[in-house]
């Protein structure tokens, strides 16, 4: 069904790009105000969505399709369904305020000289994939925009690429997601194809029931748990804490890590009766939410400690999409909503102290509180919200996640388990909570020898402050009038699983969820009385191997074997090189054809004596090629061969080959005239000739089988069948406008083909000069330079990145 | 590398027409013998003869750009045709006719896929430059190799002036 705006998300999604494009450019003239252009994309996205939502909310989304490749199923399909508004005000809506934001936190500030239209431009692209990720109607699409918020990621993490750590944290956040999304793809194809479509919303309300789908279900987890930071794959989310605050505000706890909750979500009501799916999802999610509590409780960097905490709160929303229930998803949406108004909140109160103090260092920062009420009394309500505290909207999502678990229909120690380690989470949150708020806002008068910061530094600027102080205040309000986000929130459950309606409110009277609130602040403030032994502990027992350690191993070991790999097959030699690719080309097509009933004969040798006379002198050229000692008389021969063949093509009829041939040819023999200065006149004549043998009988036998195969594909075509150069001519001149029916041939009918082929082209051409390049700085020729560094600087692989990890990342987040 | 002045005069007189030729083969391709990769070969040609009459310098003032953005200026002309189809409403790569009679000159007829052509066009004439840029130069002159990094109009000036060089 196509509404009457069909194209506007889609134009909306490219309206991302379009900006991102220009933004570089505008970014000259505009400096850092270019993040308000940026934020025009994501406005008009909210705008849209807030027009249309009042349908939408009714149970009619807005669907939009574009053919990409229709052959094979492939079309840009977007679909804004009630969940979808709840995620676009997300992306969009928290979006526009981290561009706004941006504008202050640029300002000033270390980064200032950088080159803001490159980060601002990733930013806004990011922004679009992510639009198209939660709009995407079509598994290959959703994966395609997964990949290119993987890759806007690990370009904004990356932002400050002169520091290795950056460098190291980037790669490791891109090898993770980016290899679970390959498995997630595999998941989609197995779906797709048991399921006949591609369509999520096709697929969705008809679910496939194979035991292929169900292996394909299980493997989308991989690319969810991956994106989403789940134990054991979360260690990439503090690291991500490397690029600017941001980009840790909006991809690294409002959106991208929610990618994979958003694809739970949509997933779980059909594919959580999948055997395996409830333990991996409900364990997955409540191991990550305990460690991720755990670790933050032991961070000293502001934004660490908040990274742990989102770690922690997505395996919270696991626990609760991943039901695939009714009620659970009701109080997942909400959760969902709640951590996007609270995190983005305390990842800008974190951006503003490191502003404003320079440094995130809890124990270094004090007197900030005194210092920037304002800043303290946003941070405490965000913060409030996180722990669970009433009269915040944090508090409702609590509340409706213990009432799921109160009454849950799964099998017998399920939800007991559930509940249990949702208390202990939420204890572990509200101490964490706690941390954030003494760590940011308090005085400290300890005895650290560290130099204390907080107590002079500039109090922010009221715009720097504005937007998570609106996140805050939306908080307060969402969490005291509840009912105000009640039809959005019961048309999104709607959407995903078909739940009855479930109104929220701050006030249940004495139920047993409100017992256990009780319980969870009580343990919580215990927590927090006895934070120095707890953290104690927590030292002793750190330090064992984990996630961090197995990642490095692994790159190491791929660098072990690609080592061998490449010593095997890359020799070094050219002839053994050439001979395994002919040979290979040889072989391989000749058994098949030996398994031919008939080799059809020759109709004809020749059809006149020209076609003989040169055909002779060609075959004079490539056996007089054999015994030519010169090089430069070699190079001559083949040409010569090549021309030969040229003429061929043009007594046959066929201009356009013998023109291509005839270039190919010329511009060969330039290159190797080229090439020819570098080398000896000579071959070098070494007494082992078996070499050269072996060169005859390798040429003889690609000049034999190019013999064959081409009588043989002459003469094997069926006389019934119609030839498909009729077609093709028919079709040359009307389908696409053109006489020459090899051209129409290459551009248009086999357009996708040559497309690829230039795409060779250039990374060929660009390969043979970098290796010219590299080989003569090799060679010492030409160092001009003396660069020591730059090697480092260049290679950016796997090695490099494995010792910064070690050394940097690994030192700094894990211990 | 030696100049000759019979075979410089020679090459300024011959580069312009075998580059029109070029551009004849180009633009005719669609219905008679040419394309895009013939003419781009065509054109590289041309560059060759004005590489053997003038070294790499000469082929450098004719096209001031680093072969790099040559070769993908190219893709990226060839990949937009393909989406331009797109935003049209057809599938990728989608070819389209347009026909238009100005006064005098008869029927004009445009094919979309010309653009893509002229991609593959540019494409082979910068794999062509950049053999130049690095074999022509380089045995030309061992001392100097143009190194990937300091080529002329290789450094780029940020805004404030400051030469920036990418490493």
């Known amino acids: 069904m196509e509404s009457k705006g069909y194209w506007v998300p889609i134009a909306l999604v490219a309206l991302h790009f379009v900006i991102a494009a220009i933004a570089p450019l505008g970014a000259r003239s505009l400096g850092r105000r270019i993040f308000y252009v940026c934020a025009v994309a994501p406005a008009a996205t909210a705008i849209w969505a807030a027009a249309a939502s009042p349908g939408i909310l009714e149970g009619r989304p807005v669907d939009a399709s574009l053919g990409w490749l229709p052959a094979i199923g492939l079309e840009i399909s977007l679909r804004v369904d009630a969940f979808a508004l709840v995620m676009i005000a997300l992306v969009s809506g928290i979006g526009t305020l981290i561009f706004v934001y941006s504008v202050s936190y640029f300002g000033h500030h270390a980064g200032t000289d950088r080159d803001l239209g490159r980060f601002a431009s990733r930013l806004t692209a990011f922004a679009g994939a992510m639009l198209g990720l939660v709009l995407a109607d079509n598994l290959l699409v959703l994966y395609v925009f997964w990949e290119l918020t993987s890759i806007t990621s690990y370009l904004l993490i990356g932002y400050e690429d002169e520091k290795g750590s950056a460098r190291a944290a980037a790669l490791q956040a891109l090898l993770i997601t980016a290899s679970g999304g390959l498995v997630m793809l595999a998941g989609f194809v197995l779906i797709g194809e048991a399921a006949g479509t591609y369509e999520i919303s096709a697929l969705l309300a008809n679910p496939p029931v194979t035991g292929l789908a169900a292996v394909g279900a299980l493997l989308t987890l991989a690319g969810a748990f991956t994106k989403s930071a789940q134990v054991p794959f979360h260690i990439w989310l503090p690291g991500a804490m490397a690029a600017p605050t941001p980009v840790s505000a909006y991809l690294h706890s409002a959106t991208m890590v929610k990618a994979g909750i958003y694809l739970i979500a949509r997933f779980a009501p059909v594919f959580a009766v999948v055997a395996g799916w409830r333990p991996l999802v409900l364990g997955v999610g409540l191991a990550t939410m305990l460690w991720g509590g755990l670790r933050a409780l032991r961070q000293h960097d502001l934004k660490l400690l908040l990274a742990y905490g989102t770690v922690s709160q997505l395996g919270f929303m696991m626990t609760l999409f991943g039901a695939g229930l009714g009620e659970a998803t009701h109080a997942a ?83 007991t388990v559930m509940l249990i380690g949702l208390v202990a989470g939420s204890v572990l949150t509200f101490a964490y909570s706690y941390r954030f708020v003494w760590g940011a ?124 790999v490449t010593g095997v097959v890359q020799s070094g030699s050219l002839p053994v090189y050439l001979a395994v690719i002919l040979l290979t080309a040889v072989l391989l097509p000749s058994s098949a054809l030996l398994a031919l009933p008939r080799v059809p004969g020759p109709s004809a040798l020749a059809e006149n004596g020209a076609q003989l006379l040169v055909a002779a002198g060609i075959i004079v050229a490539a056996v007089s090629l054999i015994f030519s000692q010169r090089r430069f008389i070699s190079v001559f021969l083949m040409g010569s061969v090549g021309y030969g063949v040229a003429v061929l093509f043009v007594l046959q009829g066929a201009p356009d080959l013998a023109l291509t041939q005839f270039l190919i040819e010329t511009l060969s023999v330039v290159v190797f005239v080229l090439v020819l200065r570098f080398l000896p006149p000579r071959f070098s004549r070494r007494p082992w000739r078996l070499g050269q043998a072996m060169r005859v009988l390798t040429a003889g036998a690609v000049g034999a089988f190019v013999f064959f195969m081409a009588l043989i594909a002459g ?49 060929a051409a660009l390969g043979v000069a970098a290796l010219v390049v590299a080989s003569a700085r090799r060679d010492g020729v030409a160092d001009t330079g003396d660069r020591p560094d730059e090697d480092r600087v260049d290679g950016t692989g796997p090695a490099d990145a494995r010792q910064e990890l070690g050394a940097q990342v690994g030192a700094e987040v894990e211990h | ?23 004849y083969l180009l633009f005719v391709g669609h219905n008679a013998p040419g394309g895009g990769f013939v003419g781009g070969l065509t054109a590289g040609a041309a560059f060759v003869l004005l590489y053997a009459g003038g070294g790499i310098q000469r082929v450098h003032e004719v096209v001031p750009m680093r072969y790099e953005n040559v070769l993908g200026a190219g893709l990226l002309l060839a990949g937009v045709t393909g989406l331009g189809s797109l935003v049209l409403g057809e599938p990728f790569l989608s070819s389209a006719i347009v026909k238009w009679h100005p006064p005098l000159l008869g029927e004009i007829k445009l094919v979309t896929v010309l653009f893509f052509d002229i991609g593959v066009y540019v494409i082979v004439v910068g794999m062509v430059i950049a053999l130049l840029t690095v074999l022509g130069a380089y045995g030309d002159d061992p001392d100097r190799m143009p190194s990937m990094v300091d080529r002329p109009a290789t450094t780029r000036r940020d805004r404030r002036g400051i030469r920036r060089t990418r490493q």
């Open chain 1, 441 to 564: 806002f308090a005085d400290k008068p300890m005895a650290r020898q560290r130099k204390q910061v907080g107590a002079s530094s500039p109090a922010p600027t009221w715009a720097f402050l504005a937007p998570p102080a609106l996140l805050a205040a939306l908080t307060v309000a969402t969490g005291i009038v509840p009912a105000s986000v009640d039809h959005l929130v019961n048309a999104a459950a709607q959407a995903l699983a078909g739940v009855e309606e479930i109104h929220l409110a701050l006030w249940h009277g004495f139920t047993l969820a409100l017992l256990l609130s009780m319980v969870t602040v009580g343990l919580g403030v215990g927590l927090v009385w006895v934070r120095e032994p707890f953290s104690a502990l927590q030292e002793r027992w750190g330090g064992w191997p984990g996630s961090q350690a197995a990642y490095e191993w692994s790159l190491r070991a791929l660098n072990v074997v690609s080592d061998r």
């Open chain 1, 333 to 415: 949406v909400v959760l969902l909503l709640a951590h996007a108004m609270f995190k983005a909140a305390l990842f800008m109160v974190a951006g503003v102290v490191d502003h404003q103090t320079h440094t995130r260092d809890i124990r270094r920062l004090s007197g900030v509180g005194r210092r920037m009420p304002a800043l303290a009394v946003v941070g405490t309500i965000a913060a409030m919200s996180m722990a669970g505290l009433p009269p915040l909207f944090g508090f409702i999502a609590k509340e409706g996640a213990y009432e799921t678990y109160l009454h849950a229909d799964l099998a017998a120690p399920w939800p």
């Open chain 2, 1 to 23: 590398m030696r100049s000759s002045l019979i075979l410089d005069t020679v090459t300024r007189g011959a580069f312009p027409l075998v580059l029109v030729f070029s551009l």
């Open chain 1, 715 to 763: 003469g094997s075509r069926p006389d019934s069948a119609t030839p498909v150069a009729e077609e093709f001519l028919a079709r040359s001149i009307e389908e696409a406008g053109g006489h020459n029916v090899v051209n129409v041939i290459l551009v248009d009918f086999r357009g996708y083909d040559t497309l690829g082929e230039i795409t060779v082209l250039v990374i």
